[in-house]
């Protein structure tokens, strides 16, 4: 009887790492896809992402590259003091965007320049994303108070 009661607890245990394991996995499997990796400008050239790969970029709008052209389509440079890289986008901008603002891009980098398939740009006077502040600060060009972003 003691035998029986101890191979059942066994064999209970093995099935729950199992499940565990299972759930885990699937867990892991349905998550990769939609994790986004914030990257500076300085970060993207310095690793070079695939070219499947869709992450987020995130600077500031370099003064006298933003290019309207005929349509949604609009080109733009995005830097981060110790790097530049071109955007194109095609969509509409969100209304506080412009130059000398700071933005985040979701997209892919593909043959040296980013193509964006989302747009975010700062909510207020104030607000910066706590990515791009970091970023910015670790490169010298931040000079703002530090504010709760």
């Given at each position: 009887m003691?035998?029986?009661?101890?191979?059942?607890?066994?064999?209970?245990?093995?099935?729950?790492?199992a499940a565990l394991a299972i759930a885990?996995?699937?867990?892991?499997?349905?998550?990769?896809?939609?994790?986004?990796?914030f990257r500076s400008p300085s970060q993207v050239l310095a690793e070079n992402p695939s070219p499947n790969e869709t992450f987020r970029l995130g600077g500031l709008v370099?003064?006298?590259?933003?290019?309207?052209?005929?349509?949604?389509?609009?080109?733009?440079?995005?830097?981060?003091?110790?790097?530049t890289i071109p955007v194109v986008y095609t969509g509409i901008l969100p209304d506080l965007f412009a130059e000398k603002q700071g933005m985040?891009?979701?997209?892919?980098?593909?043959?040296?320049?980013?193509?964006?398939?989302?747009i975010l740009a700062k909510h207020d006077e104030n607000?910066?994303?706590?990515?791009?502040?970091?970023?910015?600060?670790?490169?010298?060009?931040?000079?703002g108070a530090d504010k709760k972003s």
């Open positions: 003691k035998g029986l009661k101890k191979k059942r607890r066994i064999q209970l245990i093995v099935v729950a790492f885990t996995g699937l867990i892991g499997y349905s998550l990769r896809g939609g994790i986004n990796y370099e003064e006298g590259t933003l290019d309207r052209e005929q349509g949604e389509t609009v080109h733009f440079k995005v830097t981060d003091g110790g790097a985040i891009g979701t997209g892919k980098y593909v043959n040296g320049v980013f193509h964006a398939t989302e607000y910066m994303p706590k990515e791009l502040k970091d970023a910015l600060k670790e490169q010298g060009v931040y000079e």
